[in-house]
């Protein structure tokens, strides 16, 4: 089975999984690394992120899509979010706001 046919068989599966990649990334670990419920094994972990990038890129084409392409309000709704988390971004670039978010010492200060 091709990296396609294993996505499309989770989008049909798990419809759910359209709307968020952490989802579809785990439902895809379940059905083809054979992952126990009790966790996952080196193996099996280092086997997942081989494949990672290349199932992303296949997710990525497959939500392009008739089939799996998102309704026009769930499109409307992920391009908000994107544009709420790109203001949020923004707003952190001054520094005084930066430092109430993640402390005073930045990994760049600590590393000096």
Known sequence: ???????????????????????????WCQEFLEVGEFGITKSKFLEFWEHEAALERT??????????????????????????FRRWKQNLKDKEDFEKVFGEKTYDEEME
């Open 1 to 27: 089975m091709t990296q396609k046919e294993q996505a499309k068989m989770i989008l049909r599966k798990y419809p759910e999984s359209r709307y968020n990649r952490g989802k579809f990334m785990y439902y």
């Open 59 to 84: 997710l990525r084409d497959l939500l392009k899509e008739p089939e799996f392409k998102l309704q026009p309000e769930q499109e409307a709704k992920r391009r908000e979010k994107q544009a709420e």
